[in-house]
């Protein structure tokens, strides 16, 4: 009897225990599934657009986990613009477990640090913004690149301009010389984005008949002083001449702005891309008179999809349209002080 009733408390004890033990593996499991950590790479952090991009993926991240309970880490790291920090920080985010990496390369003709450790240690990666070149992009078939499309942007930029000069043409030809004189500012030569949006805005404009006039251009590498520097340095030498600033983004079109408010001439139209909070802030009080916004919640939105389509097996959402399998091109529409278009 006394033998019986310890059989049954042992196999009950064990019972328990076993359950115990099970429920703890589970949650285990379950932690491990529901704790995600992403390795964000990015170029330069003081980058305004990259940036706005960041702040939209945290907003995604924080949308999500709310949504699903999951928790995501996002790991950012800064290559203050030199690529072999950056292949450092991609060996550290690899090596603290991250379960996918979003990277915004310094050098996009010189992936491959990044891709050979990416793809030894087999983490799914999304590019942006600086894309890698077709022969780095086909080395592995976990790779991935999200942007818009160049010529998409200058087509709209230069289409504002032609619009204008349609329209209310004393915007951008205050002399009424029936020609418009421009000044270009052009980001890093070599980012695939400023050759395409310097080629097309002024194709545009020239597919539009509008005639135009180069007075002078240069690079600022995106950057608001450098385009600040030069443009002043063009209204020296153009002090009545200058129409028309056209510029590679919203950055260096600010800082042309940040010249001309300095000088006090405000019969410039000055116009960007990007779409960023400083800019579109700038277009609310009449400083800049339009941009191509790019869409960066879609941006943000489709870089974590991504990721994380990579990293749960599910499928990318099927509003998430890839071209060849990897590519994706946000959508972008301008913004201007006036609605004047009318196409
Ligand atoms: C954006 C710039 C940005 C650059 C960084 C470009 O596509 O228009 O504002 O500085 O990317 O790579």
Redesign the pocket.
């Known amino acids: 009897m006394l033998r019986g009733t310890i059989l049954r408390r042992s196999v009950a004890i064990l019972l328990l225990a076993a359950f115990c033990l099970c429920s703890a593996c589970k949650a285990e499991k379950k932690e491990e599934k529901n704790s995600i950590r992403i390795g964000v790479c990015l ?1 330069r952090s003081d ?4 940036n706005n991009v960041r702040a939209e993926l945290e907003k995604r991240v924080k949308e999500y986990e709310l949504e699903t309970g999951a928790r995501v880490t996002l790991d950012f790291q800064d290559a203050k613009g030199n690529q072999s920090t950056q292949n450092s920080q991609v060996e550290r985010l690899i090596s603290l477990g991250c379960d996918a990496l979003i990277v ?1 390369l310094v050098d996009r003709m010189d992936a491959s640090g990044v891709i050979d450790r990416v793809s030894t240690a087999e983490i799914p990666t999304v590019f942006f ?2 894309q890698p070149v077709e022969e780095d992009m086909n080395r592995w078939d976990r790779l991935y690149y999200v942007g ?1 499309d160049a010529k998409e942007s200058a087509v709209l930029e230069g289409g504002m301009i032609a619009d204008h000069f349609r329209n209310t043409p004393e915007d951008v030809d205050p002399n009424g010389d029936g020609v418009i004189s421009y000044v270009l500012l052009e ?1 890093e030569s070599s ?1 695939q ?1 400023s050759l395409i949006r310097t080629e097309w805005s002024i194709q545009t404009l020239k597919d539009a008949g509008v005639p135009v006039e180069r007075l002078a251009g240069g690079i600022a590498n ?1 950057e608001r002083t450098q385009a600040s520097a030069l443009m002043e340095q063009w209204l020296n030498q153009y002090p009545e001449q200058i129409e028309v600033v056209i510029s ?4 260096m079109a600010l800082g042309a702005v940040d010249a001309l408010e300095r000088a006090d001439i405000d019969s410039v139209f000055v116009v960007g ?2 779409g ?1 909070t400083p800019a579109l802030d700038a277009i609310a009080r009449g400083r800049l008179a339009g941009t191509v916004q790019i869409d960066l919640k879609q941006y943000a939105r489709v870089l974590f999809a991504i990721a994380m389509s990579e990293v749960t097996g599910e499928e990318i959402p099927d509003t998430i349209e890839l071209t060849e399998g990897k590519y994706y091109m946000c959508p972008q529409r301008v913004v201007e002080r006036e609605a004047v278009r009318t196409e």
């Not at 980058?47 to 990259?50: E, G």
């Not at 590679?248 to 950055?251: A, I, K």
């Open positions: 170029y980058d305004t657009f990259i915004n913004n600086r818009s980001g980012h984005d995106w590679n983004n919203d950055d891309i990007d960023t």
